[in-house]
């Protein structure tokens, strides 16, 4: 459970990441990294498995942050690559961009009350476009949450169309955005 303060009301509110998603909205001039690491050791502290999906740079960032959780097991990271080869078994998940059916296989691997970190939605959309990238996320939010799993996904809203950022806000749960480097609920 995540306490997350809401713009609107002023309330804070809790959010069981284990059994919701969430659309995190992020510019890319804020310390985003910061806020997903944060999230990790909260879920982490709880006792929560947690899958981080996420591309380079940040994927080396992630993974001395949060080394700890990596070498006791209860984070596995998966590295999202334009020009890397398939690799289920090693240490780090690389799956290529060209090779998203993978996703599915590390999916239905998750245990009752995981969560999914799922950070590089941008970079999919301007690698493969809205049309795949939409049902891309649909279908594995779907098995994710048959996995009994919970998801937050992030998104640069500078980067995409109005309409195609709000079919993703559409898709999830929840909507939050980073304000001023903290994370405000905005439904």
């Given at each position: 459970?995540?306490?997350?303060p809401s713009?609107?009301?002023?309330?804070?509110?809790?959010l069981d990441?284990?059994?919701?998603?969430?659309?995190?909205?992020?510019?890319?001039t804020?310390?985003?990294?910061?806020?997903?690491?944060?999230?990790?050791n909260?879920?982490?502290e709880?006792?929560?498995?947690?899958?981080?999906?996420s591309?380079p740079?940040r994927?080396?960032?992630y993974?001395?942050?949060l080394?700890?959780?990596?070498e006791?097991?209860t984070?596995r990271?998966?590295?999202?690559?334009?020009?890397g080869t398939?690799s289920?078994?090693?240490?780090?998940?690389?799956i290529?961009?060209?090779?998203?059916?993978?996703?599915?296989?590390?999916?239905?691997?998750?245990?009752k009350?995981s969560i999914?970190?799922?950070?590089?939605l941008?970079d999919?959309?301007?690698?493969?476009?809205?049309?795949?990238?939409?049902?891309?996320?649909?279908?594995?939010?779907?098995?994710?949450?048959?996995?009994?799993?919970?998801i937050?996904?992030?998104?640069?809203?500078?980067a995409?169309?109005?309409e195609?950022?709000s079919?993703f806000?559409?898709?999830?749960?929840?909507?939050?955005?980073i304000?001023d480097?903290r994370?405000?609920m905005?439904?």
């Amino acid at each position: 459970m995540i306490i997350i303060p809401s713009g609107r009301t002023g309330n804070d509110r809790s959010l069981d990441l284990g059994k919701e998603s969430i659309l995190i909205e992020y510019d890319p001039t804020s310390k985003y990294e910061k806020i997903v690491i944060e999230i990790a050791n909260d879920v982490l502290e709880r006792g929560s498995y947690v899958l981080l999906v996420s591309s380079p740079p940040r994927t080396g960032v992630y993974l001395d942050a949060l080394k700890k959780h990596f070498e006791n097991g209860t984070l596995r990271l998966v590295n999202l690559s334009i020009t890397g080869t398939l690799s289920l078994e090693s240490e780090v998940i690389e799956i290529p961009v060209q090779q998203l059916e993978w996703f599915s296989d590390v999916f239905r691997r998750l245990t009752k009350g995981s969560i999914v970190i799922f950070e590089p939605l941008s970079d999919i959309i301007l690698h493969l476009g809205m049309e795949q990238s939409y049902k891309f996320l649909r279908q594995n939010i779907e098995l994710i949450q048959k996995m009994g799993a919970g998801i937050a996904v992030m998104i640069n809203y500078n980067a995409h169309r109005k309409e195609d950022l709000s079919a993703f806000e559409n898709l999830l749960l929840n909507l939050a955005r980073i304000s001023d480097d903290r994370l405000v609920m905005i439904r």
